[in-house]
């Protein structure tokens, strides 16, 4: 903390460090109680899961994610033993592919990037991934947001929409070929 008692951006790792996951118990910076608990308020009423990690250790997590991802809350008790990229190569339907994306998501904290991944379910689900980097006012990486959506019925309208297409078009390829014969 800063020696007058007010939240000094280097300090954002220690504060937020046993956050929402463990027991609500937030550690909430001198000067943003109102702010912050509008933010929690905001992000607990998102359908989107959104997760906060410092490194690779869940800092912050709504209830969206940890229902997009099957997470029991019990299972963050310690979320540095939590991995959620070993998590979320678990409930892929490939696992390679998702290796590969995933490490471009965990190898560079500092870019924005979206991935859709497969997750094997009984019926195919799909889930896109969005990580954004999150920094201090002083432009310091703090760790990276991480967003989670279930995009299941957006990629069956996309396949509807192909299949159809598809279909209209060997429908009217059919009569052409006949006719040139």
Not at 42 to 62: D, E, K, P, T
Not at 156 to 173: F, G, I, M, P, Y
Request: aromatic share 8%; net charge negative.
């Amino acid at each position: 903390m800063a020696n007058d008692g007010e939240w000094a951006p280097e300090d954002a790792a220690l504060s937020f460090q046993n956050s929402a996951i463990i027991d609500n118990s937030y550690m909430i910076p001198t000067g943003f109680t109102r702010e912050y608990h509008v933010l929690a308020e905001v992000c607990a009423s998102m359908s989107s899961g959104f997760m906060l990690l410092n490194q690779q250790r869940v800092i912050y997590s709504n209830p969206s994610a940890l229902r997009l991802l099957r997470i029991a809350k019990n299972d963050l008790v310690s979320p540095q033993e939590f991995d959620v990229r070993k998590h979320l190569l678990s409930l892929v339907a490939d696992p390679q592919q998702a290796h590969a994306e995933l490490d471009r998501v965990w190898l560079h904290p500092d870019l924005e990037y979206s991935t859709d991944l497969a997750l094997a379910d009984a019926a195919v689900r799909w889930l896109r991934i969005r990580s954004f980097p999150v920094h201090d006012d002083r432009g310091a990486l703090l760790g990276r947001g991480v967003l989670f959506e279930d995009i299941t019925l957006e990629r069956s309208a996309v396949e509807a929409r192909s299949e159809t297409l598809a279909l209209a078009a060997h429908e009217l390829k059919t009569p052409l070929a006949i006719i040139k014969a």
